[in-house]
């Protein structure tokens, strides 16, 4: 049977700035939410699976964040980490109706 | 067969020298073993200088590691002492009771220092300067002791002088004649040094006469013939050695000055040889070791029954071992009846030239203050050619370029080694060598005294060209396959503006590029464009874009700036206040000498840097760092320049300044060094009435000592060269390149001729201020701009 999932808000388009990621507080979960260059708008966890850093603080290249404690590579799309280290994080789906930022967490 | 049996007394640098070149001809055809008096491994006995200089450390001078010595099977006996020999068995006996059977045996038991016969010289506290433990014995004496006195104004004692004053010491020098180094000097080049050495702090007594050391157990003064007496805890004697003939002596061998040898090193028993500064060769002994090199390579060939010409004598050229003196002297050196002098004396840049010739010939040369020459003269010398020649070849010779260019392949360029620049260059080609130390370790040149190091990168540049620069430049990374040449060439020429457009318009392999071009594109457009150019903050890493640094917990560090290390109640009461409020986690005296708050969270920082009112200490940046300071001439008792007030001007100037790493600085106001100058990217050294500036060190992960880049006397000057010198950095380093791996890249020469070119330095100094104008202090800078403390320092809390 398919999983129920919560719809939230999180803010508005521009809450979030161009190319950077926002750390985003919703219950006891933390996401990082990145406004990639070309406008679309991600959310994983704000969680390296390497040793706890903080996503949404690394550098962004298209799809791409790079943890700024030690330069994992993670795409922010499927939350794979790149070769030549491995893991994964929790990826989450976000939809943007009319500037607002909402996204799907499940409960 | 059983292996002959090769003994060699002294584990020297001319012994083991032979020994290197014996199993090159003849790898383990002889069984080797070796009494050496000192504890020691074989040593690089001329860079004592520069270990008593503080230039680098004992351990670094080690010619052959002990491993060397098991790879070949050599048997060494470090401390032991060979105190007699029975030539007609062919055994030696050493102190230690051990008795060695000989086939062959080598004498090389070098020379001792000459110790005037004269009352009292054998307190305690009169030295020579020959070996690790003299060495070690002044650096002892110079932490408890004031006054040192140097017996003997030549090479040896100048170079020991120099030494006692980076010790912290008083030098006298006393002199016999009426000027420094009469063996190699005339009266103008000794004129220059002395005005040089007398301004870092030595004093001269010339026409003395030494009678006698004075005081009871230890010396506390000596006295002249003429009564004057002066004070002094320690006297070096520097007045010439002797050779070691003692034992060679009592074995009944033919001794005079020193153990007489044939052409083929052989003294009059047919199978003991004596080789180094412990033989005479027709009537004459040398202290230096390029001939006894020479004479090591002749007794190899003998002993392995190669067929040669036999050793014929040098001609010896001499050079002063002090960091911004150059002197070279080859020769003869003073004018006779039968010879005319060329001489040209540079009386403003203090600098002297000076070339003897007879009948035509170059047979003799002194040069001061700039030595470059000194290789190519020697070499013409050595082969006598006529002035003539040497004239055209100057004409050829154009200003800028590298003397090396213009010597012929013949000519040596290692002095000390005898290696030619043909013998280089072939090994270069052959063995495909790139870097100073892979020659180093297949030609041997630059292994002795270390002159002619500039020589020998200059024909690494000239003999690989563009493959030279390209080894030493990599690309950005693997988005790219440009280097960072191309990268700023192209930002140039097409005025490219902002990372995304050199991105494209370069046809990067991935989209936004990766952690490491994006913050370098984002660095060299900025060095290109300074003033215009606006920061990209999110190709920044996040301390550089947060102004703070980032910790494990995803907390953050704050450290507010602190010119020169000096604070005031003022701001530790606003540092108190701030730690309270915000509960930081911890309170730290940071190693740059300041103030480290750490654990703040993100959120907070806006508020904690309103409430401090400090400006940023850029301890996250790619930046300026710290201008460590010593206490200085305001308190310290043995400064001698005002090192915080010099170091806060640093660091006000340059504060803010984006390199291509982080540039810390250390100011200290005498050669204690307080201020670690030695490990920093650039470290001041004050002295009386000259401030030294070095460059180039690094106390971290690949620890380097900084290379004095210059000696200059006012404020201004020390403001203006490092200025030249960072700005030099920024325009020509990779990113994350440190002033260390830059400066071993390019090479200090380099770097020097660059800045001391009055024009150049001029230029790079402008550019740099245009670069300093765009600084604004970040902190405030945030707290002012809403927008930004929302989109980078605020999270976004739902429920
Ligand atoms: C705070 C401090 C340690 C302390 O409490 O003393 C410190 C802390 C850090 N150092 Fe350091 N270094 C500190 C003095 C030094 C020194 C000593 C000095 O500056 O006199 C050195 C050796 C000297 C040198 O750099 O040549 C030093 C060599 C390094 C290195 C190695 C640099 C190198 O080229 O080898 C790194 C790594 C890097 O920069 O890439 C580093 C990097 C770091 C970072 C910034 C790691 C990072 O990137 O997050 C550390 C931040 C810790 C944190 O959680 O906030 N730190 N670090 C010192 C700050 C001084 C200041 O007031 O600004
Ligand atoms: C401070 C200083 C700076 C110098 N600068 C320069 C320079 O710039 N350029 C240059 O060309 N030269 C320079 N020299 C000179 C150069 O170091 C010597 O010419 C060279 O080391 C001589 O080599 P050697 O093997 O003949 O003697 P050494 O290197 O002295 O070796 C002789 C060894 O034999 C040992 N020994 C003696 N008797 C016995 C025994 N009975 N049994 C066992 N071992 C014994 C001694 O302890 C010593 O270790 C400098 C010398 C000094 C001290
Ligand atoms: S470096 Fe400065 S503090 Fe240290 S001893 Fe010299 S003058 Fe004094
Ligand atoms: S915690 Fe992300 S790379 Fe180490």
Known sequence: MEQTVKKVRIGQMDDFPISLGKAVMVGDKELAVFRLANNGIKAIENKCPHRGGKLSEGIVSSQYVFCPMHDWKINIADGEVQAPDEGCVQTFKTIIEAEEVYVELPI | MEKQKLILIGNGMAGIRTIEEIIKLLPDYFEITVFGKEPYPNYNRIQLSNVLQGDTELKDIILNEWQWYEDNNILLYPGETVVKIDKERQVVFTDKGKEAEYDYLIIATGSHPFI?????????????????????????????????????????????????????????????????????????????????????????????????????????????????????????????????IQ??????????????VNDFMQTNVANIYAVGECAEHNHTTYGLVAPLYEQGQVLAKHICGMNHQGYKGSIVSTQLKISGVDVFSAGIINETADTKAMKVLDEWQKTYKKIVIQSGKIVGTVLYGNTKEGAKLFSYMKKNASIEDYLASQQNAEEEESIVQSMGDEEVICGCNGVSKGTIVEAINREGLTSLEEVKNVTNAARSCGQCKGMVTDLLELTLGDDY??????????????????VIAAIREKGLTHTKEVMNVLGWKTEEGCSKCRPALNYYLGMVHAADYEDERESRFVNERLHANIQKDGTYSVVPRMYGGVTNVEDLRKIADVAEKYQVGMIKLTGGQRIDLLGITKEDLPDV?????????????????????????????????DSVGMGIQLEKKFEGLNTPHKVKMGVSACPRNCAEGGVKDVGVIGLDGVWEVYVGGNGGTDLRQAELLVRVKTEDEVLAYTAAFLQYYRENANYL????????????????????????????????????????????????DEQTVKDLYQNIQTH
């Open chain 2, 116 to 244: 005037l016969p004269i009352r009292g010289s054998d307190k305690k506290g009169v030295t020579g300067f020959r070996d690790i433990a003299d060495c070690e014995e002044m650096i002892k004496t110079s932490k408890t002791y004031q006054h040192a006195t140097v017996i003997g104004g030549g090479l040896l004692g100048l170079e020991a002088a120099r030494g006692l004053l980076n010790l912290g010491m008083k030098v006298d020098v006393i002199e016999l004649a009426d000027y420094l180094m009469e063996a190699q000097l005339d009266q103008t080049a000794a004129g220059l040094l002395q005005e040089e050495l007398e301004t870092q702090g030595m004093q001269f007594h010339f026409n003395k006469q030494t009678t006698e050391i004075l005081g009871d157990e230890r010396v506390t003064g000596i006295q002249f013939q003429d009564g004057q007496v002066i004070q002094a805890d320690l006297v070096v004697m520097a007045i010439g050695i002797r050779p070691n």
């Open chain 2, 247 to 260: 034992l060679a002596k009592e074995t009944g061998l033919t001794v005079n000055r020193g153990i007489v």
């Open chain 2, 469 to 486: 620069s390209e080894s030493s430049s990599e690309t950005i990374c693997s988005c790219t396959d440009l280097s960072r040449e191309q």
């Open chain 2, 609 to 641: 840097w309103k409430d401090l009112g400090m400006p940023s200490g850029y301890a996250y940046g790619k930046s300026v760092r710290t201008v460590k300071t010593c206490v200085g001439a305001q308190f310290c008792r043995f400064g001698t320049q």
């Open chain 2, 737 to 784: 390149e440190r002033t260390s791996a830059f400066v071993e890249r390019v090479g200090l020469e380099h770097v020097q001729e660059v800045v001391m070119d009055e024009h150049v330095r001029q230029a790079l100094n402008e550019r740099m201020e245009r670069a300093l104008s765009a600084y604004q202090e970040p902190w405030q800078a945030v707290i002012e």
